[in-house]
């Protein structure tokens, strides 16, 4: 089982004003790699405070796949890439790559997202958009390389190389 937390960067979720369809999306998606959604919040667009729900994650919660959504545009407070930047140790940027290259065969507006990808101690931090559409449309092109890459990053797989 994976171990999975979901924040949702929302000003008005946090407020209770909106409901929140994307966390909703990533709970349902991540069935596909054996995900267990252990920790799930809705906070404020808050640097400092997306931040310390991120490290909370990582390092007292011991979670091993943390998704954000929300907060990745160009709004002045869209700040979750910045807050990402704070609390990963190391970048993976093959996975936003792919997931702005791959949304850019279904809209030219995925080049306007600015989310992450990157490492806290054994815990993998993944930035995702904010529409429950363009939250299905990336974990469908990400989920199947993460378990994998989990193994690799918590020492239980050492190889990465496809059979031959």
């Not at 931040?51 to 954000?68: C, P």
């Not at 990402?84 to 949304?103: K, N, Q, Y």
């Amino acid at each position: 089982m994976i171990r999975v937390g979901i924040i949702t960067a929302s000003d008005k979720g946090s407020r209770g004003e909106r409901e929140d369809r994307s966390g909703q999306v990533i709970a349902e998606k991540i069935a596909t790699i054996k995900g267990q959604v252990v920790r799930y919040e809705i906070v404020a667009d808050e640097r400092d405070l997306l931040a310390e729900t991120m490290r909370q994650m990582a390092d007292e919660d011991s979670i091993d796949l943390i998704f954000t959504t929300g907060g990745t545009g160009f709004a002045p407070r869209d700040v979750t890439p910045e807050a990402t930047m704070d609390v990963v140790e190391r970048l993976v940027p093959g996975i936003a790559e792919v997931m702005r290259a791959e949304s850019l065969k279904i809209t030219p507006r995925a080049m306007l997202t600015r989310g992450i990808a990157g490492i806290r101690g054994t815990a993998l931090i993944v930035n995702l958009p904010g529409s429950p559409k363009a939250v299905a449309e990336c974990l469908d092109i990400i989920l199947s390389a993460l378990p994998h890459g989990l193994a690799i990053l918590q020492g239980k797989a050492s190889e990465c190389a496809r059979p031959e």
